[in-house]
């Protein structure tokens, strides 16, 4: 158990609606990581937060989005869903990002659009 | 433009012998590299770490080795154990920016009893 709690573990949906996907950090880490899995590209960085500020983007589209929480929670929200979205999303966290230590997974999101 | 390479998407080894996993990177910023190990239906979890001011760390049967100057990590797991029948990621990050990882491929390990 790596302490990183995501919710919920399967969502299943069709194109066009929203989905929220979210995640509870380890305790004591402040920065909270997100990246999808699909099957021809591996696990992909989408997004980072820092202690609830934005600290670095990856590949994420416009249609997707997130925010950290003043608990540190944070959640990942897809909007316009397309059925190149299935996928698995998993949220890592961290003490600092500065410092040289391991991002901490939870068990993902399997997302399947319809 | 894929930066951290696995090259090899699987390997079987003999129970109890050493199991060698390879991995190459393009990005000469990288300087914290991690293996991950991950189970279906399980989220990656952490195995070893190995910053770039070392080139070797050990963890017990695991043991990671850097070549800076070939760009190059390996992960040694001696003896082998059916338990370590798994996908191994190799991941790489720069600690300047974000600390964000780049993902290998994976390369599935199957222990053969």
New interface residues.
């Given amino acids: 158990d790596s302490g990183v709690t995501q919710t919920p573990k399967h969502l299943i949906t069709a194109t066009g609606q929203r989905v929220t996907l979210r995640c509870s950090p380890r305790s004591g880490d402040l920065s909270v990581y997100w990246y999808q899995q699909s099957l021809d590209q591996g696990l992909q960085f989408l997004i980072q937060y820092y202690n609830g500020e934005e600290r670095a983007k990856g590949n994420i589209l416009e249609r997707f989005s997130a925010q950290q929480f003043p608990d540190l929670h944070s959640e990942l929200n897809l909007s316009s869903l397309e059925l190149g979205d299935s996928a698995l999303y998993f949220c890592a966290s961290s003490v600092d990002p500065g410092l040289s230590q391991p991002q901490h997974f939870g068990d993902g999101t399997r997302l399947s659009i319809l | 433009d894929q930066q951290v390479k696995q090259n090899s998407p699987s390997l079987s080894v003999q129970e109890g012998r050493i199991s060698i996993l390879n991995c190459d990177y393009t990005n000469s910023m990288f300087?914290?590299f991690?293996w991950?190990k991950k189970y279906p239906?399980?989220?990656?979890?952490?195995l070893i770490?190995i910053?770039s001011i070392k080139d070797k760390n050990e963890d017990g049967r695991f043991t990671v080795f850097l070549n800076k100057s070939a760009k190059h990590l390996s992960l040694h797991i001696v003896p082998s154990q059916p338990g370590d029948s798994a996908v191994y990621?190799c991941?790489a990050s720069a600690?300047r920016?974000?600390?964000?990882?780049?993902?290998?491929?994976?390369t599935r390990l199957t222990i053969n009893p």
């Fill in positions: 300087d914290y991690l991950y239906a399980e989220g990656p979890t952490f770490s910053s990621f991941a600690r920016g974000a600390q964000k990882l780049v993902f290998g491929q994976g």
